[in-house]
């Protein structure tokens, strides 16, 4: 088993998959441009999609707008999708992000619907691995270097909840369809995660963690009572042999403070 352990791979397979095909879409896509209308065709355009151009609710996904957008996207897939994936398995992975992603496509085709502006990118798709992330390790401690370099650390359900205020305020002040597909990958994401199943997992595993977390009180507890028993145990012998008077001022102070917490377990 230990061995078994050793040999996973580090980065989950749809995770690897998503990287590998993204990176070399970008590459075809700054080849592809220079010959045909590469972006036009496979971005998401709700003036093209009103006119026939469905695939591009699908094909968005996987186009970027520059180096930068591709890089900062893929992070995020790295650093989050897959602890996500390989704790949710890659069907179940494959589900949530794609139904992130295309679901943030639809909105944003139906708020700018009959626009030309185009939307690329998987942000939607992130998004929604974002908020699996926070549903699934609320509490686990994040490092961000802000302007690239002073340290923030967050748990990941107030770094989540950072990111969706921002987008909010964005999209309430400046509007822009990009805006809108970020948090409608938050909104997918979500409700992918409310399906019976899930949430009976969910509740299982919150249930499971409380009771280990009881369990592991209890057996401090214990462990606690059975020292200072023996503790207790060991003066009251010398106590037998030698009366009172043979216990120094400490052995005295340990033998009331251990019977005192004694009645308190």
């Not at 009959?114 to 686990?140: D, E, K, T, W």
Request: hydrophobic share 55%; net charge positive.
């Amino acid at each position: 088993a230990a061995a078994a352990r050793r040999r996973r791979p580090v980065i989950p397979l749809l995770v690897r998959i998503l990287l590998i095909s993204n990176a070399a879409v970008f590459m075809l896509q700054l080849l592809a441009d220079r010959l045909i209308p590469f972006t036009s065709w496979f971005a998401l355009t709700p003036g093209l999609v009103a006119r026939g151009a469905v695939w591009q609710v699908g094909t968005y996904l996987f186009l970027h707008g520059g180096v930068w957008h591709l890089l900062m996207n893929m992070l995020a897939l790295f650093m989050f999708g897959a602890a996500v994936e390989a704790r949710m398995g890659t069907a179940a992975f494959a589900g949530l992000y794609f139904t992130s992603g295309i679901g943030a496509g639809l909105v944003s085709l139906a708020a700018g619907w009959g626009q030309p502006v185009a939307i690329v990118g998987a942000s939607g798709a992130i998004f929604g691995v974002l908020l699996a992330y926070a549903v699934f390790y609320p509490y686990r401690p994040i490092t961000l270097l802000v302007f690239f370099v002073l340290p923030l650390t967050l748990q990941a359900r107030w770094l989540v909840a950072g990111y969706a205020c921002v987008e909010t305020m964005y999209l309430l002040s400046t509007g822009g369809l990009a805006h809108v597909a970020h948090l409608s990958g938050f909104v997918f994401g979500w409700a992918y995660l409310q399906g019976p199943g899930w949430v009976a997992g969910l509740r299982e595993a919150r249930r499971r963690r409380r009771v280990a977390r009881q369990m592991r009180i209890v057996h401090r507890a214990r462990a606690e009572e059975r020292s200072l028993q023996e503790d207790v145990d060991g003066l009251l012998e010398k106590i037998s042999r030698r009366g009172m008077a043979g216990l120094s001022d400490e052995e005295k102070r340990r033998l009331v403070e251990a019977s005192e917490r004694l009645k308190r377990l």
